[in-house]
């Protein structure tokens, strides 16, 4: 059986970036929180812990002064009670989230209405939502248009699929042109993420089996297994090696391996292992 691994794959800047950030701040200045996950992948926050750095779910459970922020991001209400409350903060939203969430700021303040292509639910939507301001949504379907103001912006969730995003664009501008004004569209999926997408498809097309490893809550992770799935191989997602069935192997002779944006090397490591 042949392995091969994505030629891209695993830790992005973003997420190296966040991990020394807060391992620097527990270093320097002794143990600290994040306010919700780090990065979204259970390993690398167990290891964290380890480090002094630890998850609380909301500012009230914050013991101590210095409060991280996550590679995804906060609504600006969210760093306006953390700086009110006089919590010193280690800013880790990731430079893409941040020029997204800079965009949304000033489509929302210049009179558009914005549509953010993403999960409504990521915490990185709802940051990117809350600098929009009040005249904001996002989906991942077309929404109904039709009552809203004639001026839109659209962007995307850092994470989502270029050619899901091409297509949304493209249903929108055929279905709905005429009711715009003016029309701004903003292409904010971060390089990491078309990088690891383009080498998941290639190696998933010549490949009889693949891995996608990565946290169950990773979001880019997810969209790589579905990128691999849509080729028609068959396609698993596993956080870790432990979870490997043997009997998946039965008949299969090329294997292919990705991994989400925030999974380690050590995880990709021991799965390369296992399976070997
Ligand atoms: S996936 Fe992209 S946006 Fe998200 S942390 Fe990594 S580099 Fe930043």
């Known amino acids: 059986m042949e392995i091969e691994k994505a030629s891209a794959m695993g830790f992005c800047f973003g997420v190296k970036r966040a991990i020394e950030l807060v391992e620097r701040a527990a270093r320097e200045r002794g143990p600290l929180q994040t306010l919700g996950a780090l990065v979204h992948n259970r390993q690398v926050v167990d290891r964290l812990t380890s480090c002094g ?79 929009a301001g009040e005249n904001a949504s996002a989906s991942l379907e077309i929404p109904r248009l039709d009552t809203l103001p004639s001026r839109l912006g659209i962007l995307c969730q850092t994470t989502q699929n270029q050619e899901r995003f091409a297509e949304f664009l493209v249903q929108v501008i055929s279905q709905k042109f005429a009711m715009f004004s003016e029309l701004r569209i903003f292409n904010t999926i971060c390089d990491a993420t078309s990088r690891h997408q383009a080498a998941a498809l290639e190696l998933a097309e010549r490949v009889d089996l693949m891995f996608v490893i990565g946290g169950e809550d990773s979001a880019n992770t997810k969209r790589l297994a579905r990128i691999c799935a849509d080729t028609g191989v068959t396609t698993f997602h596993i956080e870790t090696a432990a979870e490997i069935d043997p009997r998946w192997l039965e008949g299969h002779r090329r294997v292919g391996i990705t991994a989400g944006a925030s999974t380690p090397d050590e995880v990709i490591d021991e799965v390369v292992a296992a399976l070997a």
């Open 53 to 131: 750095v630890s998850v609380a779910a909301n500012l009230g459970e914050v013991q101590g002064n210095i409060v991280a922020i996550a590679s995804h991001g906060v609504e600006p209400e969210t760093m306006e009670q953390v700086k009110a409350r006089g919590f010193e903060v280690v800013d880790a939203t990731c430079p893409f989230v941040r020029k997204a969430q800079v965009v949304a700021k000033r489509l929302g303040k210049a009179g558009f209405w914005v549509l953010v292509f993403g999960d409504a639910a990521h915490p990185e939507v709802r940051g990117v939502l809350g600098y």
